[in-house]
Each structure stands twice: as structure tokens, then as C-alpha cells.
């Protein structure tokens, strides 16, 4: 070695410097001014050949191929012209693929100070580069961001924030550089929230919770905001960050809905849940008020004023409505608005005056004529009250006393209230209990389908028969349909029993036709429920393809409530039955919803005189006299007639003379269980069964 300095030091040998360069991650070479390698080391040898290999001698160009005369040549050649070079290329590699370089040229200079050789180093910065992007993507994702974004020191100074954390600030990003998010606190934070953010994210926590901030301009604000610590490479702590969002909109939508909650937009009067929460507060306030009532009142067909003045119009009714409540509230009652024509009324009446005498008041002055575009409006009512009493219950309880005597009154509606009381608590729990029974009953099948004949009167051969649904209970026995048809309407259970119905009666159909046995129309109730999904003709005509019965060997009975709902909807429906050739037939006519403006626009074949017109036939002349309307009726609109309820031979008679072909009732048959019925089919038996016959 020899020493260079005078103490001591010696300057590496060849040896080892080549030892140190073959270690280098770096590739390395030296190349003569005619362009043959000198000297290149492994990771050189490497990179462009793919496995170590001897380049003395050889030419550069062999080795890097056409990149040489692209790249290469002209920087080699400024370099030993004296000129450095350092640039990036792509090149690919045997064992590496495509990487991305920083070449650098270095001029090696002769003793004589004329460049002889160039030196190579060549650094792969592939990675780097990759890392770059994804850095450099990163960024871009924060600086859109539409959440504010921070991104301070460990000693919490601001070194980064994108511009939604300047627009929601108020700051320009010169004005928080170097600064901390002290700027924008509000200053309403409690300390012990601020130590517990600073201990969480110091422990390498990530915090959230909802800050109060405040603008550039003093606003305050509220951020949903995630601090969490950024580490090093040695996992320190070098960093903090800050994600927020605005939840500034978010809380007022949120008090907008907790206010529509509790208060009709409309009429101003709290809804349901704002008038049990007020009343339960002043119960709570003032103690339980022995002489007070919850009233629920029902606006008698607001939908015809709706249909005759505009939704305009009614809404402006129920806002008269509304304050003519509030009146009489007063100061220490309380109203409120629960449904579309439903109010409630707390009032704590006078001790020195009777209920009776105060609730008429209440009925008169809810009823006195409004004023309405210069009409006098004179508005009908329902209802139904819980005198409060002795026994101190909870707000919510009382709105459910005062709802079931509201809903008794809708069937009793000939008395001017009705009051809650423990026996209409016992039907109603009755009624819930029939309700969950019936459910049971369709899952069970516990209900059965009879057949009622309906017959030629002049012959009395069997033409048709009415599918009559039976529930026979399993302990309470055959259980009436007046008494549980009205509960499954209620409870939309109608849908569900009334499409079992018409599945059982098709599927009697198809084995009385497997068994060759001459087969009668049937025809099957249908509750105008079951219309308002808009989809029953599809739910009849996937039954009767289940069934493989004829469209012509059905018949739907819709009762003449069909007037009291008439719709576009419902029409439609109608047709698209009629074009399925199903039989529709209009059943109880003449019970009060008679319209021939509407009949005449309604596909049915068959007209059916309700049973009391029949059964009074031969005492009431008016009876008489409208069974001969329908008659002619049923004539002009090309329809069937046919009588209910015939239970004597003089009525049949008598029928008969009128011109009325067909009939059902006692007199030829009760209802029958299906094998009963299939015996008359098979039989061929003509009705009544015991009575005579001339051939």
C-alpha cells in the first residue's frame, strides 16, 4: 500500500476495490473511447445480461443492442468530450424485466488530461419510482378529497391540507402551514376531551368523535373528525392526521326530521309522538287530572271534499280544523294531529259540569260550518274518548283507549261518541286474539271450502254454486263467517284467505272434472281488498292454470260496496277479468250503494237481489217493486238475475211469475261440504230434494 498523506493511511489496492464495487447494488463499468468495456462489475453483468459474465473486450453495442445507438452513443460520447451525463432510460432486462435507470457518465481522465475512459454507474430506480407514483396518487386522492384533510408534525404544526380543509375553514393553506389546529377550535371543547384525543393518539390510538370548529369569519361548525398517528420507518411517531367531516347540514337535517317527528307540517299540531311526549310531560309536571279525557276525533270522508275541492281545498280545511282544536285546548289542554283526517284533544273538563254535557259542546263546535272559498262547510265526525279517572296509566296507553272507542264508533256510528271501557278492552283483545287464531288457521289449514247450489227455479237443476268459506276451529267447531270475515278484512288477512279460498274451489273443480262428473260454474267471494295491489287478475289467472280450469268455469261475487270505492284501478281490473272470461257477478244489490252511472260502466253477468228484498217478498209491496227494477234492470245491461235467500215454495212461486229464472237459498239447499256436493253432481239430483215432481 502506499501512504498518501504522511501518516500512515495507504490507499486500497485494486483487489479491493473491485470487492467494494461487485458488492454495490449500483452497476457499474468503465468503457474505452472505442466504446469496448475495460472493466464492469456484478450487479453490470447482471442487469444486462442476466447472469455475471466477463465484458472486457467486448463492445458496448453487443450488449445493449439498439438502446446503444439511441441512447447510449451520443451521451458517451459528450462525456468524453469532457461533458458529465446523467439521465433516465428504460431498458429491459434478461433477468430483471423492464426497469426503469439513472445513468450516469463520469470522465475518466488520462495522465495526459484527455478523457480515455468513461465511467458508468447505473442506479435501478424502479421502486422508487413505483413508490413515487403511489405517493404521487395518494396525494392526488387527498388534494380531491371532498373531507377535509391535515397532516401536521409530531409536535402537532400543520405541514399539509387539502382544499377541502381550506373551504370549510375559511383559511388559505399559506395562512395554516406551520400553524396547529388550535386555529379553527371553538374554544367550546371540554379540556377532558382534548387530553383524551392527545393521550389516544400519543398511545398509537386512532380517535373519532364529533368537534366543534369554528371559521376563518367566526361561523361555528360541527366535524365528525378521525385523528390518527402516522409512523416512521423506525415506527416512531412522526406524524398526525386529521380526517373531518362536515356534519354541520347533517345535525340540522337531523333536528328538521325530529321536529317533523313531533310536528305536523301542515297543521303545525304535534304528531302522534309530539302529543304523547307533551302529554306525558304534563301529566309528569302537574300530576294525574281525575276529570280528564283524551279524545280521538275522525273527519267523516275527507276524501269526497279532496275530490270536490282540491287537495288545496282540504288541506285548508284541516289547517281551520286544526286551529278550531287548538281553541279549544285552550291553556291547559292540549291537540294534536295523528293521521290524514285523525286528531287527538286533551281537555280537563270543569268539575261543575257533566261529561255528557261537555262532550256535546266539544261535537258542536268541532261540527259548526267552516268557511271554504266562500262555502259553508259543514264537516261530520267521528268519536271516541278515555275519561282519564282514578287510575294514573302512561300518556301512550291512554291514545290506545281513546283509538279503540274511536274504532267502535266507526261501526256504531248512530251513537254521537263512544267511550272506552273495559268490556271494548276485552273485545279488542278478543279481536287480536281471533286475528293471531286466524293466522294460525292459514298455516294450519283449518279452513274448508262448502258449496251452496244455486239452481234453474223452473226445473230445480243445479246451474251454479257459491263457494261459502268455513273455519272449523279445532276446539271451538265450525266458527261463523260473520264473525271472523270482518277481523281478516281488518287485519289484511283477507288477501291470504281469500286467495286460499279461490285456490280450494278450483282445485274441487278439477277433481269433479277428473271424475267426469257435469260440471257447474262456482263462484267465489272476493273482498275489494284483495283489488288494491293492482295484481289480482294475474294472482286468478295463475290459479285457474295451476287448477287446468276453464276461465268460463269461475265466477267472482264482489259486493255492491264496489260503488262506495270506485276507481280507475279497480275498473281495470274488472275488464281484464272479463277478458279472461271469468264471470263477474254483482252480489247484495240494492243495500244502499246503487249507482246506475256506475253500474253501466261495470262488465258484470249477473245481478244478485240481496236476501232481505226476497225474504220480505210476499209481506212488502216496495219489495216487490224493486225486485222487478232489478229485473228490468238486469235486462237492460244484459245481465243474469238471480235471487237470494228463497226459503219457501211461495217465494220461489212468486219469483218465478215475475220472471226471475234463478235462485239459491234454504229452500233447495244449505250449504254443503264438498263430498255432499259431488254426491248431487254425481247423482244428477234435482233441489229440493224432498219435493215432488211431475215428469
Known sequence: MTDIDGRGDTMPDEQSLDALLNASDNACAIIDRHYRYVWANTAYQRLHLGAPSDLSGRYVQDVLGGAFERVDRWRLDRCLAGEPQCYRTERHSPALGWRTLEVRHHPLNAPAAVVSQVGVVIA???????????????????????????ITDAQGGIEYVNPAFEHNSGYRRD??????????????????????????????????????????????YREYTLIAPLENEDRAIANYIAIKQDTTALRATEKRLERAALEDPLTGLPTRTGFSE????????????????????????????????????????????????????GEHGLSGR????????????????????????????????????????????RLGYSHLGQTPRPA????????????????????????????????????????????????????????????????????????????????????????????????QLIGPIGEWTLRRACQHLKAWSDAGLDLVRVAVNVSLIQFRSGHFPDQVRRILDESGIEPQQLSLEITESVFASESTLLLEQLRALRAMNVRLSLDDFGTGYSSLLYLQHYPFDEIK??????????????????????????????????????????????????????????????PLEAEDFRWLLERRSHLPLTRERTE
Open 124 to 150: 435501478d430506480i424502479t421502486q422508487s419510482r413505483q413508490n413515487d407514483h403511489e405517493i404521487h396518487k395518494l396525494m392526488q386522492v387527498a388534494h380531491l378529497n371532498p373531507a377535509p384533510i391535515a
Open 175 to 220: 395562512e395554516l402551514l406551520g400553524d396547529t389546529l388550535t386555529c379553527i377550535k371553538s374554544g367550546n371543547t371540554p379540556d377532558a376531551v382534548n387530553r383524551e384525543i392527545w393521550e389516544t393518539v400519543e398511545a398509537g390510538g386512532i380517535w373519532t368523535g364529533e368537534l366543534e370548529s369554528r371559521r376563518k369569519d367566526g361561523e361555528p
Open 278 to 329: 307533551a302529554l306525558q310531560e304534563q301529566l309528569d309536571g302537574q300530576g294525574w287530572p281525575d276529570n280528564g279525557v283524551i279524545a280521538m276525533v275522525d273527519i267523516i270522508s275527507l276524501r269526497d271534499i279532496n275530490d270536490a275541492y282540491g287537495y288545496e281545498g282540504g288541506d285548508r280545511l284541516l289547517i281551520q280544523f286544526s286551529q278550531r282544536l287548538r281553541s279549544l285546548a
Open 338 to 381: 295523528i293521521g290524514g283526517d285523525e286528531c287527538t284533544l286533551y281537555l280537563p273538563l270543569a268539575p261543575d259540569r257533566s261529561t255528557v254535557s261537555q262532550l256535546e259542546q266539544l261535537v258542536e263546535a268541532l261540527s259548526r260550518p267552516f268557511d271554504l272559498n266562500g262555502v259553508a262547510i259543514r264537516l261530520a265526525i
Open 396 to 491: 301512550e296507553t291512554l291514545l290506545q283507549e281513546a283509538e279503540r272507542a274511536l274504532f267502535r264508533h266507526r261501526t256504531e256510528s248512530t251513537l254521537p261518541w263512544v267511550a272506552y271501557s273495559e268490556a271494548l278492552e276485552a273485545e279488542t283483545q278478543a279481536r287480536v286474539g281471533l286475528t293471531q287464531a286466524l293466522r294460525r288457521a292459514l298455516e294450519n289449514d283449518e279452513f274448508e271450502v262448502h258449496f251452496q247450489p244455486k239452481v234453474d227455479m223452473a226445473t230445480g237443476r243445479v246451474i251454479a254454486a257459491e263457494a261459502l268459506l268455513r273455519w272449523n276451529h279445532p276446539t271451538r267447531g265450525l266458527v261463523s263467517p260473520g264473525v271472523f270475515i270482518p277481523i281478516a278484512e281488518q287485519s
Open 609 to 670: 237481489i240481496d236476501q232481505g228484498f226476497v225474504a220480505d217478498l210476499m209481506q212488502k209491496n216496495f219489495n216487490r217493486n224493486l225486485i222487478d227494477a232489478v229485473r228490468r234492470l238486469a235486462q237492460a245491461l244484459d245481465a243474469e238475475i238471480i235471487a237470494e235467500g228463497i226459503e219457501a215454495a211461495d217465494v220461489r212461486d212468486e219469483l218465478l211469475a215475475m220472471g226471475i229464472q234463478f235462485g239459491q237459498g234454504f229452500y233447495y239447499s244449505m
